[in-house]
């Protein structure tokens, strides 16, 4: 079992910069690929970034290709989100979860879920 706790967010303005961290418990963590997932109220869990356990396959959102950065240190346990060029529409609560095996993109394929971080991005 893997139990993740997330960090790093807050309140910035429009045009700024935060880095999320996700760090786990337990020695399986490179087991797992890990992913970034967001959720604004009213709306559905939406899928940020994922990375594969050894860092060599990842992947992105469309609307957050060349601002948002995916990012691992197995020798930490932890996962990382650095996030670039933030606008009002990145607030959200977001989440890191790990998943054993199946699509990056779906939220329902991850098996463990941290309990969230706010971003708040004032225009």
């Known amino acids: 079992q893997v139990q993740l706790v997330e960090s790093g967010g807050g309140l910035v303005q429009a045009g700024g910069s935060l880095r999320l961290s996700c760090a786990a418990s337990g020695r399986t963590f490179r087991r797992y690929a890990m992913g970034w997932f967001r959720q604004a109220p009213g709306k559905e869990r939406e899928f940020v970034a994922a990375i594969s356990w050894s860092g060599g396959s990842i992947i992105y959102a469309d609307s957050m290709k060349g601002r948002f950065t995916i990012s691992r240190d197995n020798a930490k346990n932890t996962v990382y989100l650095q996030m670039n060029s933030l606008e009002p529409e990145d607030t959200a609560v977001y989440y890191c979860?790990?998943?054993?095996?199946?699509?990056?993109?779906?939220?329902?394929?991850?098996?463990?879920w941290g309990q969230g971080t706010q971003v708040t991005v004032s225009s």
């Open positions: 979860a790990a998943l054993t095996g199946g699509s990056y993109s779906d939220y329902r394929e991850y098996d463990y």
